[in-house]
């Protein structure tokens, strides 16, 4: 039987999910596939330590330089995470003719151009299904399974810990930090958390959904990106008494030549299926033009389903191996000289429906400058709140919009926050009208 020979750079908590894999389900992949999925070597800087497996006849390195160079290797699977040393490792890989698999959802927003013409030019594969949405197989899903469809829209969940952290915050009126901590023991967050809870490993992964679905380049810098931390509990509950949940998602839409990305957290409704996607899952919606709506929900972090969605591609490249890359689906979705570097829409250019938190003054008057200074930039209210105080003069007003362009409701902001009346910033929220 053919032997694909696997190395895994980073023995930590997904590289010890994607190594008891290799060697625990050993048999059943080769029935699935007619070759033999072979773990041979491991680097990791730290050896001394128990791995709980059993790595006999693995050969194990310290210095994951030397690994990406080794010759009984096929294929190298990156998951040390992070955009240094790992796009030098990817790369130092791809030129020694192996094929990469990662998880690496930074490396691949911000690298993965070149590292797609390099893996072309040495005919070698690059896959990367757990990058996005963890365990959910939905690049696969995006690239192949709806594949003869124009997407109209990708909205996402693709952070497990700020899913998780929003989660308890509703249900268990817990404290923020410790359910990041809790996150972070759980092996769901980012090495540095501030890359989850500020949105930016959403942006990651949106930026590479988006160029799939648009066949764009990816633009991860240019992704419109706020994160979770300035919302509190206060906040998760005005917004449930209005019949609606936050969830932090990805939106990404087409406009005529232009893309527009965005990450920022969400009020959708409590009927939404979105709104059902709770704890580290994550939920991937896909529409297209013939299918119509499509939603892939699963685990977006942790060991076990990451490690599922690597060792998904090694049997992806191990079916064509050795020598037919050309067999497999183009990395992303569309032919390389197909793919277009698209103009993102300018986040003022964007439409949205809102929602409002003002700390007013609680005097006559106030409420009718504000809605004065809305009018003069049309824009119409669909609901309005105000909280019962208890002593002090400031009382947060709470105001939905309907539908109007970021560029009109931040210019009406601007003038809001300067009324004496009104203290502190507004706390803005994008809303959406889920029907499904
Ligand atoms: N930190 C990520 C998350 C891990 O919380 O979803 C998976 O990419």
Do not use: W
């Given at each position: 039987m053919t032997e694909v020979r696997v190395g895994i750079l980073g023995l930590g908590t997904v590289g010890l999910g994607v190594a008891r894999i290799l060697i625990e389900q050993q048999g059943l992949m080769a029935k699935r596939l007619g070759k033999t999925l072979k773990l041979v070597a491991a680097a990791d800087r730290d050896l001394n330590r128990d791995f709980g497996l059993d790595l006999s006849g693995v050969t194990l390195y310290d210095d994951a330089a030397d690994l990406v160079k080794a010759d009984d290797v096929d294929l190298v699977v990156e998951l040390i995470g992070g955009y240094e040393p790992a796009r030098t490792f990817v790369a130092t890989a791809i030129e020694h003719g192996k094929h990469v698999v990662t998880a690496n959802k930074a490396l691949v927003a911000k690298h993965g151009e070149e590292l797609f013409k390099l893996a072309a030019e040495k005919n070698v594969a690059l896959g990367f299904e757990a990058a996005v949405a963890g365990g959910i197989p939905c690049l696969k899903a995006l690239r192949e399974g709806v594949a003869a469809n124009n997407i109209e829209s990708v909205y996402?969940?693709?952070?497990?810990?700020?899913?998780?952290?929003?989660?308890?915050?509703e249900n268990e009126g817990a404290d923020y930090a410790d359910v990041l901590k809790e996150a972070q023991e759980l092996g769901y967050a980012e090495a540095d958390p501030t890359f989850d809870v500020e949105g930016i490993d959403t942006a990651h992964k949106l930026s590479i959904l988006a160029a799939m679905a648009y066949g764009s380049e990816i633009k991860f810098d240019e992704v419109y990106?706020?994160?979770?931390?300035?919302?509190?509990?206060?906040?998760?509950?005005?917004?449930?008494?209005?019949?609606?949940?936050?969830?932090?998602?990805?939106?990404a839409k087409p406009h005529h030549g232009q893309v527009e990305m965005r990450v920022h957290p969400t009020l959708v409704?409590?009927?939404?299926?979105?709104?059902?996607?709770?704890?580290?899952?994550?939920?991937?919606?896909?529409?297209?033009?013939?299918?119509?709506?499509?939603?892939?929900?699963g685990r977006g972090a942790g060991e076990r389903p990451t490690a599922s969605a690597v060792v998904a591609d090694i049997m992806d490249i191990a079916r064509v191996f050795p020598d037919g890359?050309?067999?497999?689906?183009?990395?992303?979705?569309?032919?390389?000289?197909?793919?277009?570097?698209?103009?993102?829409?300018?986040?003022?250019?964007?439409?949205?429906?809102?929602?409002?938190?003002?700390?007013?003054?609680?005097?006559?008057?106030?409420?009718?400058?504000?809605?004065?200074?809305?009018?003069?930039?049309?824009?119409?209210?669909?609901?309005?709140?105000?909280?019962?105080?208890?002593?002090?003069e400031v009382v947060p007003?709470?105001?939905?919009?309907?539908?109007?362009?970021?560029?009109?409701?931040?210019?009406?902001?601007?003038?809001?926050?300067?009324?004496?009346?009104?203290?502190?910033?507004?706390?803005?929220?994008?809303?959406?009208?889920?029907?499904?």
């Amino acid at each position: 039987m053919t032997e694909v020979r696997v190395g895994i750079l980073g023995l930590g908590t997904v590289g010890l999910g994607v190594a008891r894999i290799l060697i625990e389900q050993q048999g059943l992949m080769a029935k699935r596939l007619g070759k033999t999925l072979k773990l041979v070597a491991a680097a990791d800087r730290d050896l001394n330590r128990d791995f709980g497996l059993d790595l006999s006849g693995v050969t194990l390195y310290d210095d994951a330089a030397d690994l990406v160079k080794a010759d009984d290797v096929d294929l190298v699977v990156e998951l040390i995470g992070g955009y240094e040393p790992a796009r030098t490792f990817v790369a130092t890989a791809i030129e020694h003719g192996k094929h990469v698999v990662t998880a690496n959802k930074a490396l691949v927003a911000k690298h993965g151009e070149e590292l797609f013409k390099l893996a072309a030019e040495k005919n070698v594969a690059l896959g990367f299904e757990a990058a996005v949405a963890g365990g959910i197989p939905c690049l696969k899903a995006l690239r192949e399974g709806v594949a003869a469809n124009n997407i109209e829209s990708v909205y996402a969940i693709l952070n497990g810990t700020c899913n998780f952290i929003l989660t308890k915050m509703e249900n268990e009126g817990a404290d923020y930090a410790d359910v990041l901590k809790e996150a972070q023991e759980l092996g769901y967050a980012e090495a540095d958390p501030t890359f989850d809870v500020e949105g930016i490993d959403t942006a990651h992964k949106l930026s590479i959904l988006a160029a799939m679905a648009y066949g764009s380049e990816i633009k991860f810098d240019e992704v419109y990106t706020e994160g979770i931390s300035k919302i509190g509990a206060a906040d998760i509950e005005a917004v449930h008494e209005l019949g609606y949940r936050i969830k932090l998602l990805g939106i990404a839409k087409p406009h005529h030549g232009q893309v527009e990305m965005r990450v920022h957290p969400t009020l959708v409704p409590l009927s939404s299926q979105i709104a059902q996607v709770s704890d580290s899952y994550n939920a991937v919606m896909l529409s297209g033009d013939f299918v119509e709506h499509t939603v892939y929900i699963g685990r977006g972090a942790g060991e076990r389903p990451t490690a599922s969605a690597v060792v998904a591609d090694i049997m992806d490249i191990a079916r064509v191996f050795p020598d037919g890359v050309a067999y497999l689906a183009p990395v992303m979705g569309y032919m390389a000289d197909e793919r277009k570097p698209l103009e993102t829409l300018p986040m003022a250019d964007v439409q949205s429906e809102y929602y409002l938190r003002i700390m007013a003054q609680d005097k006559p008057g106030v409420i009718a400058r504000v809605t004065s200074i809305l009018a003069d930039h049309q824009i119409s209210l669909e609901g309005m709140q105000q909280k019962e105080h208890d002593t002090g003069e400031v009382v947060p007003v709470i105001m939905l919009t309907y539908e109007t362009t970021e560029g009109n409701l931040q210019a009406a902001m601007s003038r809001i926050t300067a009324l004496t009346a009104v203290e502190d910033e507004v706390l803005i929220l994008r809303k959406e009208s889920f029907n499904t």
